[in-house]
């Protein structure tokens, strides 16, 4: 009787529904539990093949247990280690690269913004956006029409110009791998990530702009005083966030520009448990690989989460 009389709280009341709120958002929320449970966690039961030394085509149940000796070999077989290493230092330094160049969007927006011919803007917004939905391959492709040894247009450039009298396989140097994967990274995401900068500049109370102009402030002074100091938030939010996921460089793009010659430059944490895995069949060391980077990640984050509350007082988690 008591249960029956509990006054509802006022959205209850108001949508006429029965269930408390504190259960409907639970019941909105449930579907993206599950598809988390069922695509981040339920993954993690193939961490158990880092503890087997398993072999295609027999079931687990049937492959012998060697507990962590795929975790010693990264550490006790020197070779091993120093492949580990190499991956890392190919890992850390284009990560690094990735995090310097993060202000390239935030200049591109504020210049972006500054743009007062309207169909202009909208179409250096547009063109700029559409490399983010080519896949590498198609940005391989286009890579492979500029730059091939025969019918590339840099080449045909260079040597109509007399900078070089043959044609060179740019595609094949391993001289300036981290910076020539930077600048594609960089040319695909450049428009993209620039849209939550303007949406961030779009918000600024523009009666800040206004009083900035009867103040007598020009163009740059109020870039420099009001833009760039409201996207500061911002801009620092996704900065902890890409710190967090500072060995996550994924393996699509490294994987499509990878060649014999530039292996030992090219080769991420992340392109390196592909080929050990599925290329050179040695599932379980990929694993245990795999599982170390991810316990660092998670280290990243918590270390990020640490540094919010220090620069701005505020947690991400």
Do not use: C
């Not at 913004?113 to 198609?138: A, D, G, H, M």
């Amino acid at each position: 009787m008591k249960a029956a009389i509990r006054p509802q709280s006022s959205m209850s009341r108001r949508s006429g529904s029965l269930i408390p709120d504190k259960f409907r958002l639970f019941l909105f929320a449930s579907p993206f539990l599950v598809l988390i449970l069922l695509f981040s966690y339920f993954p993690l039961y193939g961490w158990l093949y880092s503890f087997y030394n398993y072999r295609p085509g027999f079931p687990l149940s049937e492959t012998p247990f060697v507990g962590l000796q795929w975790f010693k070999a990264i550490f006790s077989n020197p070779t091993q280690t120093q492949e580990v290493m190499r991956v890392m230092r190919n890992t850390l330094a284009m990560s690094t690269l990735g995090i310097l160049t993060s202000v390239f969007p935030v200049i591109f927006a504020i210049m972006l913004t500054e743009i007062r011919t309207t169909w202009y803007k909208k179409t250096v917004q547009v063109l700029t956006t559409l490399p983010n939905f080519i896949s590498w391959v198609l940005v391989y492709s286009i890579a492979f029409m500029m730059f091939s040894v025969d019918s590339g247009v840099v080449n045909k450039w260079m040597i109509a110009l007399g900078f070089q009298e043959m044609g060179v396989n740019y595609l094949a140097q391993d001289d300036h791998t981290w910076l020539a994967m930077t600048l594609w990274g960089l040319w695909k995401g450049l428009g993209w990530g620039a849209i939550m900068y303007i949406a961030a500049i779009s918000s600024i109370d523009q009666e800040q702009y206004d009083a900035a102009k009867v103040d007598g402030a020009g163009r740059f002074r109020m870039i420099w005083h009001i833009t760039v100091p409201g996207l500061m938030p911002t801009y620092f939010v996704l900065l902890l966030l890409s710190i967090a996921n500072f060995i996550n460089n994924g393996m699509e793009q490294f994987f499509v520009f990878q060649n014999a010659i530039n292996k030992d430059h090219i080769e991420v944490l992340d392109l390196y448990v592909y080929n050990t895995g599925m290329l050179g069949f040695n599932f379980s060391f990929a694993t245990a690989i795999s599982m170390l980077k991810s316990i660092i990640s998670i280290v990243l984050l918590f270390f990020a989460n640490q540094l919010s509350k220090i620069v701005r007082g505020e947690s991400i988690i």
